[in-house]
């Protein structure tokens, strides 16, 4: 059954999901075209069973789904708004930081 999550769920979910490296970086290759996991982990630099596991905490959030391919299983975004979204996030980051300085992450004091 679905549910409408709340936006404080929707935006949690999202951060769970940009909270690691390797899950941005499958997300910014499955906003390029879907793909398979072998050839993300292949695209990636690690192995297939750390990518599973990444790719299970990202259908988990909402942000990618399967479609069979024949024996295959290919990965794309959910839903194309979501590579939208990472370019809208990916530019105001940049427009940020071009503004402001970050304190130094180490002191934890930063954004």
Known sequence: MLTVAS???VLARFGRALADPIR?????????????PAELADTLGVSRTRLSN????????????TAPDGRRTRY?????RLGHALEHLLAAVVAVESDQTCPDAATKDCC
């Open 54 to 65: 990444h790719l299970a905490c990202l259908r988990d959030c909402g942000l990618v789904v």
């Open 76 to 80: 794309e975004l959910a839903d194309e």
């Open 7 to 9: 936006d404080i769920d």
């Open 24 to 36: 941005c970086r499958i997300l910014l290759a499955l906003r390029q075209a879907p793909a398979y």
